[in-house]
Protein backbone atom coordinates (compact mmCIF):
# COMPACT_ATOMS: atom_id res chain seq x y z
CA UNK A 1 0.00 0.00 0.00
CA UNK A 2 1.09 3.27 -0.77
CA UNK A 3 2.14 5.58 2.33
CA UNK A 4 -0.38 8.31 0.85
CA UNK A 5 -3.00 5.60 1.15
CA UNK A 6 -2.31 5.14 4.22
CA UNK A 7 -2.01 8.30 5.79
CA UNK A 8 -5.59 8.74 4.37
CA UNK A 9 -7.22 5.70 5.85
CA UNK A 10 -5.49 6.89 9.17
CA UNK A 11 -6.72 10.52 8.74
CA UNK A 12 -10.06 8.80 7.53
CA UNK A 13 -10.38 6.60 10.95
CA UNK A 14 -9.01 9.41 13.44
CA UNK A 15 -12.45 11.96 12.68
CA UNK A 16 -14.74 9.77 14.10
CA UNK A 17 -12.93 8.31 16.92
CA UNK A 18 -11.86 12.25 18.02
CA UNK A 19 -15.46 12.93 17.75
CA UNK A 20 -16.75 9.78 19.69
CA UNK A 21 -13.95 11.28 22.45
CA UNK A 22 -14.54 15.08 22.27
CA UNK A 23 -18.73 13.28 23.42
CA UNK A 24 -18.00 11.20 25.55
CA UNK A 25 -16.28 13.48 28.12
CA UNK A 26 -18.73 16.07 27.53
CA UNK A 27 -20.98 13.63 29.07
CA UNK A 28 -19.18 13.12 31.85
CA UNK A 29 -20.09 16.46 32.94
CA UNK A 30 -24.04 15.71 33.24
CA UNK A 31 -23.93 12.07 34.97
CA UNK A 32 -27.37 10.43 34.38
CA UNK A 33 -28.06 13.38 32.00
CA UNK A 34 -28.57 15.55 35.36
CA UNK A 35 -26.89 18.64 35.55
CA UNK A 36 -24.41 19.34 38.72
CA UNK A 37 -22.89 22.01 40.34
CA UNK A 38 -19.61 22.64 39.03
CA UNK A 39 -18.22 21.15 42.41
CA UNK A 40 -20.15 17.64 42.15
CA UNK A 41 -18.29 17.01 39.02
CA UNK A 42 -15.48 14.47 39.22
CA UNK A 43 -12.39 16.10 39.44
CA UNK A 44 -10.37 14.46 36.01
CA UNK A 45 -13.02 15.43 33.74
CA UNK A 46 -12.05 19.13 34.23
CA UNK A 47 -8.71 17.52 32.57
CA UNK A 48 -10.54 17.51 29.03
CA UNK A 49 -8.89 14.34 28.21
CA UNK A 50 -11.53 13.31 25.59
CA UNK A 51 -12.08 17.31 24.36
CA UNK A 52 -8.74 18.36 24.41
CA UNK A 53 -6.36 15.17 24.36
CA UNK A 54 -8.02 12.55 22.33
CA UNK A 55 -10.31 15.55 20.42
CA UNK A 56 -8.90 18.26 19.04
CA UNK A 57 -5.02 17.44 19.41
CA UNK A 58 -6.11 14.52 16.84
CA UNK A 59 -8.28 16.16 14.64
CA UNK A 60 -5.32 18.27 13.48
CA UNK A 61 -3.61 15.36 12.18
CA UNK A 62 -6.46 13.66 11.26
CA UNK A 63 -6.55 16.68 8.68
CA UNK A 64 -2.69 16.71 7.67
CA UNK A 65 -3.00 12.83 7.58
CA UNK A 66 -5.71 13.50 4.28
CA UNK A 67 -3.96 16.10 3.15
CA UNK A 68 -0.18 14.29 3.23
CA UNK A 69 -2.57 11.36 1.48
CA UNK A 70 -4.45 13.40 -1.55
CA UNK A 71 -4.96 12.19 -5.15
CA UNK A 72 -4.62 8.26 -3.70
CA UNK A 73 -0.92 9.07 -2.86
CA UNK A 74 1.68 11.45 -1.19
CA UNK A 75 1.52 14.79 -1.66
CA UNK A 76 4.95 15.46 -0.93
CA UNK A 77 7.69 14.77 1.18
CA UNK A 78 7.77 18.06 3.38
CA UNK A 79 3.81 16.99 3.48
CA UNK A 80 4.50 13.95 4.83
CA UNK A 81 6.93 14.96 7.23
CA UNK A 82 4.61 17.82 8.71
CA UNK A 83 2.12 14.39 8.79
CA UNK A 84 4.81 12.91 11.30
CA UNK A 85 5.37 15.89 13.17
CA UNK A 86 1.54 16.04 13.68
CA UNK A 87 1.02 12.64 14.41
CA UNK A 88 3.40 12.45 17.46
CA UNK A 89 1.40 15.22 18.74
CA UNK A 90 -2.01 12.84 17.85
CA UNK A 91 0.58 10.39 20.00
CA UNK A 92 0.49 12.67 22.36
CA UNK A 93 -2.83 13.40 22.72
CA UNK A 94 -4.22 9.40 23.09
CA UNK A 95 -1.53 9.09 25.53
CA UNK A 96 -2.91 11.98 27.80
CA UNK A 97 -6.75 10.32 27.40
CA UNK A 98 -5.15 7.20 27.99
CA UNK A 99 -3.10 8.25 31.54
CA UNK A 100 -6.75 10.16 32.28
CA UNK A 101 -8.97 7.56 31.80
CA UNK A 102 -7.24 4.92 34.28
CA UNK A 103 -6.63 7.45 36.91
CA UNK A 104 -10.47 8.35 36.21
CA UNK A 105 -11.40 4.53 36.29
CA UNK A 106 -8.91 3.99 39.49
CA UNK A 107 -10.06 6.70 41.41
CA UNK A 108 -13.97 6.35 41.27
CA UNK A 109 -16.04 9.12 41.20
CA UNK A 110 -17.22 12.38 42.95
CA UNK A 111 -20.75 11.07 44.63
CA UNK A 112 -22.55 11.97 47.67
CA UNK A 113 -22.62 9.14 50.45
CA UNK A 114 -26.23 9.40 51.93
CA UNK A 115 -24.79 13.01 54.38
CA UNK A 116 -25.08 15.35 51.46
CA UNK A 117 -21.10 16.05 51.02
CA UNK A 118 -19.63 15.11 48.05
CA UNK A 119 -16.50 13.33 48.39
CA UNK A 120 -14.38 10.25 46.59
CA UNK A 121 -15.00 7.08 48.40
CA UNK A 122 -12.95 4.72 46.97
CA UNK A 123 -9.79 6.89 46.12
CA UNK A 124 -7.43 5.52 48.74
CA UNK A 125 -8.99 1.64 47.85
CA UNK A 126 -6.02 -0.78 47.43
CA UNK A 127 -5.95 -2.15 43.87
CA UNK A 128 -7.06 -5.65 45.62
CA UNK A 129 -10.53 -3.77 47.32
CA UNK A 130 -10.66 -1.79 44.06
CA UNK A 131 -14.71 -0.48 43.39
CA UNK A 132 -14.50 -1.99 40.20
CA UNK A 133 -14.56 -5.62 41.09
CA UNK A 134 -16.68 -5.47 43.70
CA UNK A 135 -20.08 -4.26 42.70
CA UNK A 136 -21.31 -4.53 46.24
CA UNK A 137 -19.50 -1.39 47.26
CA UNK A 138 -21.47 0.54 44.85
CA UNK A 139 -24.42 1.04 47.05
CA UNK A 140 -21.95 3.66 48.86
CA UNK A 141 -22.76 6.55 46.52
CA UNK A 142 -26.44 8.17 46.58
CA UNK A 143 -26.51 10.92 44.66
CA UNK A 144 -26.08 11.38 41.54
CA UNK A 145 -28.09 8.06 40.72
CA UNK A 146 -25.70 5.69 38.79
CA UNK A 147 -22.99 7.55 38.61
CA UNK A 148 -20.63 4.87 39.43
CA UNK A 149 -21.53 3.22 35.84
CA UNK A 150 -21.72 6.41 34.38
CA UNK A 151 -18.01 6.98 35.26
CA UNK A 152 -17.16 3.42 34.34
CA UNK A 153 -18.46 3.58 30.68
CA UNK A 154 -17.46 6.82 29.97
CA UNK A 155 -13.98 6.62 31.02
CA UNK A 156 -13.34 3.34 29.56
CA UNK A 157 -14.78 4.49 26.20
CA UNK A 158 -12.55 7.26 26.59
CA UNK A 159 -9.85 4.88 27.25
CA UNK A 160 -10.27 2.53 24.79
CA UNK A 161 -10.50 5.61 22.06
CA UNK A 162 -6.83 6.83 23.56
CA UNK A 163 -5.13 3.83 23.11
CA UNK A 164 -6.84 3.00 19.59
CA UNK A 165 -5.63 7.08 18.67
CA UNK A 166 -2.27 6.59 19.90
CA UNK A 167 -1.59 3.14 18.19
CA UNK A 168 -2.73 5.00 15.02
CA UNK A 169 -0.48 7.57 15.09
CA UNK A 170 2.22 5.47 15.70
CA UNK A 171 1.69 3.78 13.07
CA UNK A 172 1.49 7.17 11.03
CA UNK A 173 4.51 8.13 12.40
CA UNK A 174 5.91 5.33 10.91
CA UNK A 175 4.10 5.39 7.73
CA UNK A 176 5.35 9.23 7.40
CA UNK A 177 8.51 8.75 7.91
CA UNK A 178 8.48 6.04 4.79
CA UNK A 179 6.72 8.27 2.83
CA UNK A 180 9.36 11.07 3.73
CA UNK A 181 12.66 9.18 3.41
CA UNK A 182 11.02 6.95 0.45
CA UNK A 183 9.80 9.90 -1.92
CA UNK A 184 6.40 9.47 -3.44
CA UNK A 185 4.63 6.37 -4.98
CA UNK A 186 3.63 8.18 -8.44
CA UNK A 187 7.66 8.87 -8.51
CA UNK A 188 7.97 5.01 -8.10
CA UNK A 189 5.19 4.24 -10.77
CA UNK A 190 6.08 6.51 -13.11
CA UNK A 191 9.81 5.11 -13.03
CA UNK A 192 8.31 1.93 -13.37
CA UNK A 193 6.49 2.85 -16.29
CA UNK A 194 8.86 4.47 -18.15
CA UNK A 195 11.53 2.20 -17.77
CA UNK A 196 9.58 -1.17 -19.01
Partial sequence: MCTGKCSKCIGITLFPLA????????????????????????????????????????????FM??????????A???????????????????????VISSLGLIGGPLCDTGDGEYLYPFRNDTLKDNYLFNQTTW??????????????????????????EAILCFIQVINGLTGFICGTCMRRRKTNISGM
Avoid at 31 to 59: C, K, M
Avoid at 65 to 74: F, K, S
Fill in 76 to 98: NRCGMLLSVILAVLGFAGGAYCV
Fill in 139 to 164: SICKEPENIILWNIVLFSILLAIGVI
Fill in 19 to 62: TCAIISNILLYFPNGRVLQLSEITDLVWYFHGILGAGILVILPA
Fill in 65 to 74: MLGAGGAGCC
